[in-house]
């Protein structure tokens, strides 16, 4: 265990801990005790922890998987539950997945449907899975090249974290995490980007900051999730940065990993925000310069704003001409706002893109 204190999530399937490791030995340890374990894990994070593992994992069935997008599907789930079948669990079984993003929600997905419901166990490796994805209980694949398409809500019975495992992502998976952590900053309010800015500033993304920075941004999370679980009211203002964050992501065919292209989706938003008298220029400004310095998005080609704005009319958030766009009037303080995809909102895409893009590729 480390200093940090466990957390516990009140979902309405049930309470869950999310308890903090000293070592990613120690998580996965926690993680695969319980008898009639099985494990999926991320091949990478397979390779690169592969004594942790096996001190840690003993003999319970083990499933390596390619963190992909395209793994992220129908298919890539079909592939664990034939392999669940297989090895005989039942649900009194438990799926532990060791991964980021990618592996937990074709875990989440495949042990909610597995038998009905069997448990879950998530170790999650990246900063992303650390400081956002491990809590929530929701699950999103992806339906052919539209992302997040299909999804269930399964919470976990329990979250084992170490941030032993941040060490080992390289610096984009890193810096997509902070990506997500801006996010958080900037939905709670009081807003606590300002503590954020001065971490990044003093010791970069890499710094001792990191376990404090996700449980912070664990605990703002759980407040939003513990009153609207289910995505209906308030848990919707984070998908802040997300519309034009996941149509950047399908035009550069992943090609950006999602905290970076949520980051730049942040910017974007909040130049609409500054152009519509909604956001004051000195609030667009301070966070721009920090998504400039820490998080720009680089090695993609551009995108037009026309492709941005039909990719973002085909969100699940699109309906009728219209998107829900989550707006910030100032730190802490968002909204969803409908916005009709017209030639308007096209002209203030193209004007982001031409005079503040963050963007140096
Ligand atoms: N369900 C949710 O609530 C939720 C929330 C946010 C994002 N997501 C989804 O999560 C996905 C992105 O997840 P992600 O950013 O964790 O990426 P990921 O799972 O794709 O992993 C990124 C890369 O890091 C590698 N990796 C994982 N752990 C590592 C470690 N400890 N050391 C070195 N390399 C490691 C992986 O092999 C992969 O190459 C997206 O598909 C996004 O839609 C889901
Ligand atoms: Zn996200």
Known sequence: MTDLAPLTIRSAQGPYAVSFHGSAADAMTAAADAAGSLVLIDRRVRQLYVA??????????LMEMDATED???????AQVL???SARGASRRSTLVAIGGGVVQDVAT??????????????????????????????????????????GVFHAPAAVHLA????????????????????????????????????AWTGSGLRGPHLASLVRQSLSTKQAIIEVDEHDRGPRRLLNFGHTFGHALEGLADYGVPHGLAVAWGI????????REGRLAESDFGAVHQLIARHLAARHVSKPTAAALVAAAGRDKKAAGGVIDLVLMSRPGALA????????????????????RDVFSA
């Open 82 to 84: 034939e392999w669940l």
């Open 109 to 150: 997905l495949a042990a909610h449907v597995f038998h009905r419901g069997m448990h879950l166990v998530l170790v999650p490796t990246t900063l992303l899975a650390m400081c956002d994805s491990c809590i929530g209980a929701k699950s999103g694949i992806n339906l052919g090249t539209l992302k997040n398409q299909l």
């Open 336 to 355: 969803v706002v409908p916005h009709p995809l017209d030639h308007d909102l096209e002209g203030l895409v193209d004007d982001y893109l031409r005079e």
């Open 71 to 77: 793994l992220k599907t129908w298919s890539g789930c």
């Open 267 to 274: 910017d974007l938003v909040n130049y609409i925000a500054l």
């Open 52 to 61: 942790a593992c096996s001190a840690s994992l003993g003999r319970a069935p």
């Open 163 to 198: 941030p032993e495992f941040a060490t080992t992502l390289s610096d984009a998976d890193l810096a997509s995490g902070h990506g997500e952590i801006l996010k958080l900053s900037l939905t709670r309010d009081p807003p606590w980007v300002d503590e954020l800015a001065v």
